[in-house]
């Protein structure tokens, strides 16, 4: 897919792009890994952290960071499909695109000739159904920064805002920002819902060191959010 415009390009553009091409190197390896589960060739689901507890109108306890107190997880809505999403801590606001699996079983990112996109894998759930919704984007590209550049100044108890096509707003708490190294990369923590019965989100791109030798970055970046209220648009 890649190659016929790469050779349509200038060798100083064609040097960008190869730059901007590897930093999904980890962040397809981890997500082919799981995506091998979701079609099938994994022999057992993800094991799910213990269930907290619910309250009389279905609200699940979100838990403590730090000695806060964290917000109660709100039901999970029907499914619909995401148009952008708001990390106001990242100084992010985007425009959401459905992607799928490639032949390898990776999840496709967002096109290169717009960073400012954000994917979302479109064989999972949708942000707000019941179990773990997928949104990845770039770090950065080989001429400068991308949609989650700064995603890393994300902390728990953050909002992130999803836009969805059937008119409501699925907002989001973050209760765990952590680093996916890409030597011992375990699926199963990275994507693995942390609550039975919850609607979670998870925001990927990579981060660590650029390993030059491999074209790579050395890590990624996950945060982890769960869903605390529903507004209309």
């Known amino acids: 897919m890649y190659g016929d415009v790469l050779s349509r390009e200038p060798r100083a553009s064609r040097t960008g792009r190869l730059a901007a091409l590897a930093v999904w190197a980890v962040l397809l ?64 606001d985007a425009r959401i695109v459905p992607r799928g699996l490639d032949g390898h079983g990776a999840v496709e990112p967002p096109p290169m000739a717009d960073p400012g996109l954000v994917g979302w894998y479109e064989g ?60 011992g990369f375990d699926p199963d923590e990275v994507y693995g819902p942390r609550r039975s019965g919850r609607a979670e989100l998870r925001l990927i791109t990579c981060t660590g060191e650029f390993d030059r030798e491999d074209g790579s970055y050395t890590a990624n970046l996950v945060v982890s959010a769960y869903l605390t209220g529903v507004r209309p648009a």
């Open 29 to 92: 390896l981890g997500v082919w890994l799981w995506g091998r589960e979701l079609t099938g060739f994994a022999a057992a689901p993800p094991p799910e952290r213990p269930a907290a507890p619910a309250s009389a109108a279905g609200e699940v306890g979100g838990g403590t960071v730090d000695g806060r107190a964290l917000p109660l997880g709100r039901e999970p809505l029907p499914g619909s499909e995401p148009r952008r999403v708001e990390v106001g801590a990242a100084g992010v």
């Open 124 to 183: 999972g759930p949708a942000p707000g159904a019941e179990g773990v919704a997928v949104l990845v984007g770039h770090l950065d590209t080989g001429t400068g920064a991308a949609v989650f550049h700064r995603l890393p100044s994300v902390r728990p108890g953050d909002r992130v805002r999803v836009a969805r096509a059937d008119g409501t707003v699925a907002e989001f708490t973050v209760e765990e920002v952590s680093t996916a190294e890409r030597d």
